[in-house]
Nanobody, 124 residues
Framework: QVQLVESGGGLVQAGGSLRLSCAAS??????MGWFRQAPGKEREFVSA??????????YYADSVKGRFTISRDNAKNTVNLQMDSLKPEDTAVYYC?????????????????WGQGTQVTVSS
């Protein structure tokens, strides 16, 4: 059983930055993803990273490409999401997720373990 705990959310003005972290209870030799859900909307893919001995292959939603950067620290069992140039439309609860496999995908149903989420609010 893998437990995931997100941190780093908060309130920021448009154009600002936040760094989200996801800490896992054990080794996460898994593909990891970040998803978000805004009020009244479905959960959507944000970014994902595969597991490897190196940095892993990364994936981004078109809406965040060039602004967000995902990374992982295998020694610390953490996955981070650096969010720059934030926009009001980035406001959502952000969830960290882990797959039972080393590859990463864009589909929420591929992920077995989920964190409780952290709120990100971007004011205009």
């Amino acid at each position: 059983q893998v437990q995931l705990v997100e941190s780093g959310g908060g309130l920021v003005q448009a154009g600002g930055s936040l760094r989200l972290s996801c800490a896992a209870s054990g080794r996460i030799n898994y593909g990891m993803g970040w998803f978000r859900q805004a009020p009244g909307k479905e959960r959507e893919f944000v970014s994902a990273i595969s597991w490897s001995f190196g940095s892993g292959t990364t994936y981004y939603a078109d809406s965040v490409k060039g602004r967000f950067t995902i990374s992982r620290d295998n020694a610390k069992n953490t996955v981070n999401l650096q969010m720059d140039s934030l926009k009001p439309e980035d406001t959502a609860v952000y969830y960290c997720a882990a797959r039972s496999g080393m590859a990463a995908t864009r589909m929420a149903y591929d992920y077995r373990y989920w964190g409780q989420g952290t709120q990100v609010t971007v004011s205009s």
